[in-house]
């Protein structure tokens, strides 16, 4: 089945800087990657996504590219703040039988350092 | 907005009891999915269903079950709750189709097995 693995598992960063946390994909039919963050408390909530036919894609201070030759995703997060520590998890879509499921990676936590 | 609940955040229950664990969705999703998430381990399937009465096992379904007799409803059981079932617990739904694999998940339901 799919494997998802992600880097690097925590990930410091002052206020203002960029964040940047990377993912590897096993299986070359997954087509749809998304991103998910949680914050304490709190369920995984969609903060973007890239399907196989795109190779980046951005939503004001986040974006994520993909890399379909090299099998790897990442999310780009821009001035950070301090709301952005959480969380994050990377996730691809297989195919089970015809339906979807999603292999989640292990998460990183980000802390944003005022 | 998609909403989905989870009967309970928090619960304690002792060895050997059988526990429930209830996942409401109100967005007519046909697909639901059980997580458990653990430090280190990130989000893993333990079962998911795609239409009603319908189960499959997902990662790592042994001392678990499921049931899905209504749509909008899916039921975690542990049938003796064990300790290393302590756990946080995540449902989420999404929609059957191409371009309808975003999950949306529930706030979550932390179990502490004494």
């Known amino acids: 089945g799919e494997n998802v693995e992600q880097h690097p598992s925590t990930l410091s960063v002052q206020e203002g800087d960029s964040a940047v946390i990377k993912c590897t994909y096993s299986?070359?039919?997954?087509?749809?990657f998304p991103w998910y963050k949680q914050e304490l408390g709190k369920g995984p909530q969609l903060i973007i996504d890239?399907?196989?036919?795109?190779g980046e894609k951005k939503d004001q201070r986040i974006a994520v590219t993909l890399n379909k030759t090299a099998k790897h995703f990442s999310l780009h997060i821009t001035e950070t703040q301090p709301e952005d520590s959480a969380v994050y998890f990377c996730a691809a879509s297989t195919t089970y039988y015809g339906n979807n499921r999603l292999a989640f990676g292990k998460g990183n936590q980000v802390v944003v350092i005022p | 907005d998609v909403k989905v609940t989870q009967s309970s955040r928090y619960l304690v229950k002792r060895t050997g009891e059988k526990v429930f664990l209830e996942c409401v969705q109100d967005?007519?999703?046909?697909?639901m999915f059980w997580y458990r998430q653990d430090p280190g381990l990130g989000l893993r399937l333990i079962y998911f269903?795609?239409?009603?009465?319908?189960?499959e096992k997902g990662d790592i379904p042994e001392g678990y079950s499921v049931s899905r007799e209504k749509k909008e409803r899916f039921s975690l059981i542990l049938e003796s709750a064990s300790t290393n079932q302590t756990s946080m617990y995540l449902c989420?739904?999404?929609?059957?189709?191409?371009?309808?694999?975003?999950?949306?998940f529930g706030p979550g339901t932390r179990l502490l097995v004494l």
């Open positions: 967005m007519d999703h046909e697909n």
């Open positions: 989420a739904s999404s929609l059957t189709g191409t371009s309808k694999e975003t999950q949306y």
């Open positions: 299986d070359s039919a997954s087509n749809y």
């Open positions: 269903s795609y239409d009603v009465k319908m189960k």
């Open positions: 890239i399907r196989s036919n795109v």
